[in-house]
């Protein structure tokens, strides 16, 4: 799966766009020293590839934390744990994955830009990595069928994976030059997949501020919400979904242009505090979780 | 070496020479020298030849006796081949690499040499390995193999066949020297065009540096002294042929300032700049001659295609005004359906092709009516463009590789509902909508532990059926 949120920064024609004269294309000044070379032992490496790869291994943390009790076979940590380190972690890679394009909006820097594809191909494969451990291991009755599509928030996860696979396998140039004009509309479901995670959730949690699957009682902030799954999807996608529309879009491009960028960031601060915070605790959930299955010993809840 | 010198000496003077005389010297050399080469080999290897004869007829030792084979000459069978030599003599074919590398390049009796491993030739004396045995293997002396005898001046044959070859050679480089310099007299026609003037066929290949122009004999480096006079290299030379009579109609790219250049050799360039003032000069005037005859002798040619084209015109034209009344009336027609008509009266009298029935629409030299109002044609919704049919197929097949999964979990989760019932189907695992225990799903054993520790005293009550919730005495050790 990849270019998922490539809907943002689009070919679309924007009316307000044409109006307003579009600022001429400068190379951001990042943009630019991360296209810079970077001697290392003798070989010659751009900054934006270190950085790129650097910023790309962190993605592959949720398999990594089930790769040993994969290997070994431990159904019992598999069981326990297995949704709550892949689920959470495709969650989180999710959230990135459609994080990239307001990202550019703001700085109007673009060497980040790969790191798209590469999450919302870890991302797939988490997924799947999910939906077949929890077809395999987990207790729900109803045989792999009901393990699968038994409840309702299990069909909508299966779902997501459902539209999750063939992505990833489109998500090559191959495919893009296969597919020309209709790859990119495919990969926009990448939205729906977003959508069906609220649903997913819902089903999976509820609303409300009691019993949250990570945080039933709260925690040791007391507070049950930043806890709570559904409620940190939403905290998360709110700045995103607010950076995709259009009149926000154009009054940041009006800004910028203007030379505002600051007011740009400061009326972007709250939204993105609020972002950083509930991501932080998907963080936390994921890297408690993770390193405990790692080390076969699962912590419930 | 010498003949290339005296060569560039010829053409260092050739502004004050006469050219046809540095024809002839440029002849008379490449002559002189294939001549000179064509000898130079004999001669070499006669020089070669002092040695004493006592060395050359030196009685050799008497070679060793060895195993050989004499290759017959084809009879009804199949002829013989070092594979099949092989698995004669050695009992395998595939070690015929053996007799091949005993036996290669060693001249044979008809003068050639074995090669090739797959061909060899009747007559043929080839050598064997020690453990050769069987029918037609003979052992002794190696039979001599004289080399066929040559008609020129006996000599060392190592000297000289290196004489002759280094005779050649010069003979051949004197004559390519030769045509090339015949050549570069031969005129503007044969010059190639200059890198400005050329289409970018390479993809755009820039110039190299520091030159104006590419690969051109006149071209003046840019690190040259100009020498007086008009000089084409410089920016105001190529300005004064872009604009005089012979310009060809474009500009020569001058070389940004600031740019490096690269050093040149100082003596090419300036014969480079003398060989182009003296040839620009004489083809400036032919240039100019045929610019002021162009005009004249493309104006006849000019008339009579005008002629030829003003007779068809008339016809033409008719015909464009049929065209155009026929669309008319299509377009009308077409509208017609789409509107209802009002009466059939009405619909002969208006219509465009009702007329068409009773009258003919236009003959030549039939004075037409005046061309209907063009019925306006209805607007066209924007179809979208069509995609290619090889994409519209890889479309229909990733949304159903998406759909027939999703269509399974459907049917699934209706046949899971209709197993279970409907509260095992929206049971839920936690949150606050929690299902009662008993409802469907696992039920613990124990009740769940939490990550977090539970708030004391907060009334909640515990998720049943936890999905992901195992006591902590399950935990692995």
């Keep these: 799966m990849a270019n998922p949120a490539a809907g943002a920064r689009a070919r679309r024609p924007d009316p307000a766009e044409h109006t307003l004269e579009r600022p001429p294309k400068t190379r951001n000044r990042v943009d630019a020293w991360m296209e810079q070379d970077l001697k290392f032992a003798g070989s010659v ?156 959730l819902a089903l999976l949690e509820g609303f409300g501020f009691q019993n949250g699957t990570n945080g039933p009682g709260s925690g040791f902030d007391h507070n049950p919400v930043l806890h709570q799954r559904l409620y940190q999807l939403t905290a998360c996608s ?29 009326a972007f601060l709250p939204l993105a505090a609020l972002y950083a915070l509930f991501f932080a605790y998907i963080v936390n959930e994921e890297i408690f979780k993770g390193v405990s299955a790692f080390r076969l010993q699962p912590v419930n809840g | 070496m010498e003949i290339m010198t005296l060569s560039w000496g010829i053409r260092s003077r050739a ?39 006592a060395a050359v007829q030196s009685p050799a030792p008497a070679p060793a006796p060895v195993k050989f084979y004499i290759v017959p000459p084809p009879g009804h069978g199949p002829a013989d081949s070092l594979f099949t030599i092989a698995a004669k003599t050695l009992g395998d074919g595939s070690q015929f690499m053996k007799i091949f590398n005993l036996n290669k390049g060693r001249l044979q009796p008809n003068g050639a040499r074995l090669t090739n491993p797959r061909l060899i030739e009747p007559g043929w004396i080839l050598q064997l390995p020690a453990d050769a045995a069987g029918p037609g293997v003979h052992f002794g002396p190696l039979p001599g193999v004289t080399a066929p005898v040559s008609h020129r001046l006996s000599g060392p044959a190592g000297t000289g066949s290196a004489a002759m070859i280094s ?68 920016p105001a030379g190529d300005r004064e042929r872009a604009t005089g009579p012979g310009a060809r109609g474009h500009q020569v790219p001058h070389r940004p300032a600031g740019q490096p250049t690269v050093p040149a050799d100082p003596f090419r360039a300036q014969q480079s700049v003398r060989l182009a003032n003296r040839t620009v000069p004489d083809a400036v005037h032919p240039a100019a001659g045929i610019s002021q005859q162009a005009p004249t002798v493309a104006a006849a040619p000019r008339q009579a295609c005008e002629g030829d084209a003003a007779q068809p015109r008339p016809a033409l ?60 044609r ?39 509902l209709a197993l279970h019932g409907y509260g095992f189907f929206v049971f839920r695992s936690a949150g606050t909508g929690a299902t009662q225990q008993g409802s469907s799903g696992p039920a613990p054993s124990q009740p769940p532990a939490a990550h977090h520790p539970r708030r004391a005293g907060s009334g909640q009550a515990d998720p ?14």
């Design chain 1, 45 to 200: 490496i751009k900054r934006k590839t270190v950085t790129v790869f650097v910023l790309g291994i962190p993605a592959l943390a949720p398999l990594f934390f089930m790769s040993r009790a994969v290997i070994e076979l431990n159904s019992s940590t598999m069981n326990q744990v297995e949704a709550d380190v892949l689920g959470t972690g495709a969650m989180a890679l999710l959230i990135l994955t459609l994080t990239v394009t307001p990202m550019v909006t703001l700085t109007r820097q673009h060497w980040f830009v790969p790191l798209r594809k590469w999450y919302g191909i870890v991302l797939a494969c988490t997924a799947t990595a999910d939906a077949i451990l929890a077809a395999i291991t987990s207790s729900f009755t109803g045989g792999v069928l009901g393990r699968l599509t038994g409840h309702t928030f299990l069909l909508a996860g299966f779902a997501m994976v459902s539209l999750l696979f063939p992505l990833l396998l489109i998500s090559n140039t191959s495919a893009q030059r296969w597919l020309g004009k209709y790859w990119k509309p495919l990969q926009k479901l990448t939205y729906a997949i977003w959508g069906l995670l609220f649903v997913h």
């Design chain 2, 15 to 53: 502004g004050g020479f006469p050219r046809a005389v540095a024809h002839v010297a440029t002849a008379v050399l490449a002559v002189t020298a294939m001549l000179a080469a064509l000898w130079a080999g004999p001669l070499a290897a006669a020089s070669a030849d002092t040695r004493p004869r």
């Design chain 2, 317 to 376: 034209m008719e015909m464009r005004a049929e065209l155009d009344q026929v669309a008319a009336c299509v377009a009308g027609a077409l509208q017609s359906t789409m509107t209802p008509m009002t009466t059939p009266a009405a619909r002969n009298t208006t219509h465009p092709m009702a007329r068409r029935t009773t009258k003919p629409v236009s003959l030549p030299g039939i004075p037409r009516p005046a061309p209907a109002e063009p019925v306006p």
């Design chain 2, 464 to 477: 049943q059926g936890a999905r992901h919730r195992q006591d902590q005495a399950g935990r692995d050790p």
């Design chain 2, 167 to 234: 005779g050649a050679v010069l003979a051949f480089l004197a004559a390519g020297l030769a045509f090339r310099l015949i050549r570069r007299r031969a005129g503007p026609t044969r010059r190639r065009r200059p890198a400005h003037a050329r289409a970018p066929g390479r993809a755009g290949r820039a110039p190299r540096p520091g030159l104006q122009h590419d690969r051109d004999r006149s071209i003046a480096p840019t690190s040259a002294p100009a020498p007086p006079g008009r000089v084409i290299g410089s």
């Design chain 1, 238 to 266: 709110l700045p995103l979904l607010l950076l995709r529309l259009s009149p926000v879009r154009r009054w940041v491009a009006r800004q910028q242009k203007a030379g505002r960028e600051r007011a740009v960031y400061l």
């Design chain 2, 378 to 416: 209805p607007a066209k919704p924007a179809a979208k463009p069509a995609g290619r049919p090889r994409q519209v197929r890889a479309m229909r097949l990733a949304v159903l590789a998406m759909t027939i999964p999703i269509v399974f979990g459907l049917m699934s989760a209706t046949g899971e």
